[in-house]
């Protein structure tokens, strides 16, 4: 039986930005993957959360969601609504209600997620959610978690750096990794803005660079259980 993969991020993007190289890897590999996006990843943008051309944006980018993440080829992805970079307005009790139910379907081995101190503070939430949720007791299912970074949050909460401890070699996979964030085509940002296209090659090659390698996606390690 393949070993199982849950991607747990806060907004539409975060998947393929934290982790897809890495993801697109280990499906050729032979795992199976499988994405919980937990928040809209529009309404902070307006004044109020409702407005009605939202209702057409969410659309777009709930198609952006099963194009990137198709890209790649996960199985399933699970999309709920908290609100976007709000998640401090609801219990974190529901969220981690959420993504248990989501492992308790799937039974992942592995999660990847947010880093602990980012910026923004859905991620920093998500991360909190993902521990509560996946506690080492008798009979959990997830063996190893790893946090990664999201361009245009990690690195900006100066002065707090991410230090990576677990490097992926995703030479022959940072061109899918970039084909599958063209399709968050309303997410784009241009260069030099890193959340780019040309901002995450770089990024890529600079973690390469650190561990003599062309393309890498960096992580910290959470937990391991051998």
Same mark, same amino acid.
């Given at each position: 039986m393949s070993k199982k993969i849950l991607i747990v991020v806060a907004h539409p993007d975060d998947e393929v930005l934290g982790c897809f190289g890495t993801v697109a890897r280990l499906i050729k590999e032979g795992y199976e993957a499988y994405t919980l996006i937990l928040g809209e990843g529009k309404t902070s943008r307006d004044e109020k959360r409702v407005v009605e051309n939202k209702k057409d944006e969410i659309e777009i980018l709930n198609s952006e969601i099963k194009r990137a993440n198709d890209t790649i080829g996960i199985k399933k992805t699970f999309i709920y609504n908290f609100a976007d970079n709000r998640f401090?307005?609801?219990?974190?009790?529901?969220?981690?209600?959420?993504?248990?139910?989501?492992?308790?379907?799937?039974?992942?081995?592995?999660?990847?997620?947010?880093?602990? =101190?980012?910026? =923004?503070?859905?991620?920093?939430?998500?991360?909190? *959610?993902?521990?509560? *949720?996946?506690?080492?007791?008798? =009979?959990?299912?997830?063996?190893?978690?790893?946090?990664?970074?999201?361009?245009?949050?990690?690195?900006?909460n100066y002065p707090i750096s991410f230090s990576p401890d677990v490097y992926f070699d995703i030479e022959n996979f940072i061109d899918i990794k970039l084909e599958a964030m063209k399709k968050y085509y309303s997410e784009l940002c241009e260069y030099p803005h890193p959340r780019s296209l040309e901002g995450i090659k770089l990024n890529a090659q600079y973690n390469g660079m650190r561990v003599g390698k062309k393309y890498v996606e960096a992580f910290k390690c959470i937990r391991i259980i051998k």
């Amino acid at each position: 039986m393949s070993k199982k993969i849950l991607i747990v991020v806060a907004h539409p993007d975060d998947e393929v930005l934290g982790c897809f190289g890495t993801v697109a890897r280990l499906i050729k590999e032979g795992y199976e993957a499988y994405t919980l996006i937990l928040g809209e990843g529009k309404t902070s943008r307006d004044e109020k959360r409702v407005v009605e051309n939202k209702k057409d944006e969410i659309e777009i980018l709930n198609s952006e969601i099963k194009r990137a993440n198709d890209t790649i080829g996960i199985k399933k992805t699970f999309i709920y609504n908290f609100a976007d970079n709000r998640f401090d307005s609801v219990d974190l009790l529901d969220i981690v209600k959420v993504i248990s139910k989501v492992k308790e379907e799937i039974k992942p081995d592995i999660i990847f997620t947010h880093y602990e =101190n980012d910026l =923004n503070i859905d991620h920093t939430i998500t991360y909190k *959610a993902v521990l509560t *949720a996946t506690r080492p007791m008798k =009979n959990e299912c997830v063996k190893e978690i790893y946090s990664f970074e999201i361009l245009s949050s990690t690195e900006w909460n100066y002065p707090i750096s991410f230090s990576p401890d677990v490097y992926f070699d995703i030479e022959n996979f940072i061109d899918i990794k970039l084909e599958a964030m063209k399709k968050y085509y309303s997410e784009l940002c241009e260069y030099p803005h890193p959340r780019s296209l040309e901002g995450i090659k770089l990024n890529a090659q600079y973690n390469g660079m650190r561990v003599g390698k062309k393309y890498v996606e960096a992580f910290k390690c959470i937990r391991i259980i051998k």
